[in-house]
């Protein structure tokens, strides 16, 4: 039986339900978008049609129109009330929203039941289509990369395997083979995301300098870094600005964002030295030559375990809509400060003693006054139950 993520109970009442929205599930390469989808139409003993645009060279709007049509003739043949189209890599096909418009519009019009999934792994492209042209027409749902909870019920992995391998659930039976397990995750996993995620669908001057972005993100992940101090790092010559459109594409693809300083301002936020964060740690431990036993005897594990809490609160912020950031002023430092309609929380992780960060804590305290103050680590809340937590319940 197929691991079935927390996302589904959801879709399957929103699919139940009498008045129609199209479901979109966007998200990373390989967390299971298509599974979810296909467990979808058993959970509804639905019949369905599914059709994958990057499995047709150049597809395009006629290509969805033949899909809809399809799915139309197939239920009309059946007589059946209702009837589920799935389209994976809709982003694939340019200006798709404009057509699934009219054909959505269509169907609301005659009264044709055609419940209608689409798939993507470019959630920036996605969500621009969606707000161009299907406005009250859709709802998102944000996919994710596993949780350790998921990966330790699908896989029995206990916590110190998760943070180095990570949420890849497809790589998990690779990882008793560490060399094959690290060319499956760059070559399968990044690789196809930057070159078909990212270079293919938006314009990229400098492909060679995304990539060193991202290697050098991974290498930094968990630490705060100028865009100045970036472009000392790196090869190839660039801006600041082109460093943080960048970082940005990277982010929208699910690999690696830059977290913003909080400030009580949105503007402020923007201008700050991003806080480097990989949404997956498998992204940092494909760097490193090490393997997960030598790893684990080095003072370095505690990046790793920061950057698993670290890509524990990025991934729900993304999946329950809260906003993630950093603080720092001069020397004091809070490591992840979460924010939901004025609602603000602060967490300091511990995974090796330091006074300097209880100071920040302290001062952080008496300029923004959270609402929460959460130690995770040493001698507050143990790392391995933070990890199995969901985020969002903090609020």
């Known amino acids: 039986m197929q691991y079935e993520r927390t996302q589904l109970p959801l879709l399957v009442r929103r699919m139940q339900e009498k008045r129609r929205f199209i479901q979109v599930l966007a998200g990373p390469r390989q967390v299971g978008k298509t ?27 006629v290509w969805i129109e033949q899909q809809w049509e399809t799915a139309r003739i197939r239920q009309q043949q059946a007589g059946a009330l209702e009837f589920m189209l799935i389209i994976d ?37 996605l969500q621009q289509g ?35 391998y990570g949420g890849y659930p497809g790589a998990a039976e690779l990882a008793e083979d560490e060399e094959r397990w690290k060319r499956y995750i760059l ?36 630490q705060v870094l100028s865009y100045n101090k970036m472009l000392g790092q790196l090869q190839d010559s660039g801006n600041t ?23 009580g301002s949105p503007v402020a936020a923007r201008a700050s030295s991003p806080k480097l964060q990989v949404h997956n740690t ?27 809490i670290g890509a524990h609160l990025l991934n729900s912020a993304l999946t329950y809509g809260y906003n993630l950031y950093y603080w720092r002023e001069r020397s004091y430092e809070v490591d992840f400060v979460l924010e939901k309609r004025g609602k603000v929380i602060a967490i300091e992780v511990k995974s090796v003693a330091s006074a300097s960060k209880g100071a920040g804590m302290h001062t952080f305290q008496t300029l923004y006054k ?22 969002d319940g903090l609020f």
């Open 130 to 164: 969606l707000t161009e042209s299907l406005a009250g027409r859709f709802e998102l749902t944000y996919i994710g990369h596993w949780s350790f909870s998921e990966m330790q019920a699908a896989f029995g992995w206990d916590a110190e395997r998760f943070v180095w």
């Open 241 to 263: 600005t082109t460093l943080a459109t960048y970082l940005h594409l990277l982010g929208q693809a699910g690999l690696l964002s830059g977290l913003e300083k909080f400030t």
């Open 35 to 61: 599974t979810i989808a296909q467990q979808l139409t058993g959970k509804l003993a639905m019949a369905s049609h599914y059709a994958a645009a990057d499995a047709v060279a150049m597809a395009g709007t």
């Open 187 to 222: 070559e399968s996993l990044v690789e196809t995301s930057i070159s078909k995620d990212i270079l293919m669908l938006t314009r990229v001057d400098k492909p060679a300098l995304l990539r060193q972005v991202f290697e050098l993100g991974c290498l930094f992940s968990g």
């Open 370 to 391: 959270p609402d929460r103050l959460l130690l995770v680590g040493d001698t507050g809340l143990p790392w391995k139950e933070f990890l199995a937590l969901e985020p």
């Open 89 to 125: 890599e809709i982003q694939k096909v340019p200006n798709w929203s404009e057509t699934v418009k009219r054909l959505w519009d269509e169907d609301t019009h005659l009264g044709r039941n055609l419940k209608v999934i689409l798939l993507g792994s470019s959630r920036l492209l």
């Open 282 to 308: 498998a992204l940092l431990s494909i760097q490193r030559n090490e393997t997960f036993a030598q790893i684990r005897q080095q003072d370095v594990w505690g990046r790793w375990v920061e950057s698993a």
